[in-house]
T-cell receptor
Framework: NAGVMQNPRHLVRRRGQEARLRCSPMKGHSHVYWYRQLPEEGLKFMVY????????ESGMPKERFSAEFPKEGPSILRIQQVVRGDSAAYFCASSSQGAKTTEAFFGQGTRLTVV | AQRVTQPEKLLSVFKGAPVELKCNYS??????LFWYVQYSRQRLQLLLRHISRESIKGFTADLNKGETSFHLKKPFAQEEDSAMYYCALSGGQGGSEKLVFGKGTKLTVNP
């Protein structure tokens, strides 16, 4: 089991472009979480998804950000019209059940830089 | 509001010395508490959770509901313990599945 795979590891985008971050959960995991880490800060929860459903998006900015976890394929975090403030490390985690019940396994993150 | 506070950004000890990483939380209910660790160039991983009441790599953490704390302790630090440590909580039974993290403490164990 390769663990949670995120790609790309590093992504550079110009202001106004779109960023797509991918997360392939561990085999057998149907719960996916996205977190954002700004410099000098802890991980901030963004969204929690189960297959094809958004369960909790209380941490997602209201505009420009969206997430999906289709029946087939990886989970995608999409940021439209990126701004410099979106520069951060974005981490994905997966678990077989909810994170408070079973261990959540983290990916290595995608470092987004907006220039 | 759910909040996790790790008051020490940096902590430095010598090998063999005791170490305590502090964590305080704010939550209206009965949360579940976790410690996650990130070693250099590795991904974040679970170290321990309060409900399992186990010792991992010599580390223990006791949930003190009166003081709303979940401090991480090890009696004799080793150089390989040097890492970033994050305290986190989730909503407990019936509560949210999301993890709320503190800002982390960077532990350095000197030889």
């Amino acid at each position: 089991n390769a663990g949670v795979m995120q790609n790309p590891r590093h992504l550079v985008r110009r202001r106004g472009q779109e960023a797509r971050l991918r997360c392939s959960p561990m085999k057998g995991h149907s719960h996916v979480y996205w977190y954002r880490q700004l410099p000098e800060e802890g991980l901030k929860f963004m969204v929690y998804l189960q297959k094809e459903n958004i369960i909790d998006e209380s941490g997602m900015p209201k505009e420009r950000f969206s997430a999906e976890f289709p029946k087939e394929g990886p989970s995608i975090l999409r940021i439209q019209q990126v701004v410099r403030g979106d520069s951060a490390a974005y981490f994905c985690a997966s678990s077989s059940q909810g994170a408070k019940t079973t261990e959540a396994f983290f990916g290595q993150g995608t470092r987004l830089t907006v220039v | 509001a759910q909040r996790v506070t790790q008051p020490e950004k940096l902590l430095s000890v010598f090998k063999g010395a005791p170490v305590e990483l502090k964590c305080n939380y704010s939550y209206s209910g009965s949360p579940e508490l976790f410690w996650y660790v990130q070693y250099s160039r590795q991904r974040l991983q679970l170290l321990l959770r309060h409900i399992s009441r186990e010792s991992i790599k010599g580390f223990t953490a006791d949930l003190n509901k009166g003081e709303t704390s979940f401090h991480l302790k090890k009696p004799f630090a080793q150089e390989e313990d040097s890492a970033m440590y994050y305290c986190a909580l989730s909503g407990g039974q019936g509560g949210s599945e999301k993890l709320v993290f503190g800002k982390g403490t960077k532990l350095t164990v000197n030889p």
